[in-house]
């Protein structure tokens, strides 16, 4: 039980490394200013970007069983919230239709496209990847 223990620990560090060198890359390639990935968050923005994150993963949480589907809820949530930010607390000029639609794609294309890739390559790998979990399947 306690090797379980460290393993799912060191999964959620390997994560957590990935997420920090995958955001410092998108960084260095001019993704994470302004409206593709806003720095230096103002309150409403720290407030509901984190809702909709929330809202997101408690989604995909409830759609765990049905893997096509679980992008479907950070990618609507994402698409109706985020607009609301960037035109209401950082006043981005455009209109909310288009932001809705710019931050729609990528969505889409982050959350459907590379999660769902992301998921086939893990699927493929789990036993190695994750043996606890394949080892209770």
Known sequence: MKNSKT???SQAALI????VVL???ANALGLANYAIQL???ILWDIIFGSLATLLG???TYLLRRCKWLAPLPPIVANTLIVPMVLYFAYHIPGSIPYFMLTVGLGEILSCGVLGILLLLLLQKYKKYIFPAASAKE
């Open 23 to 25: 955001t410092l890359l």
């Open 16 to 19: 957590a490394a990935l997420y």
């Open 7 to 9: 393993l799912f620990v």
């Open 57 to 59: 993963a408690v989604g």
């Open 39 to 41: 720095t230096g968050a």
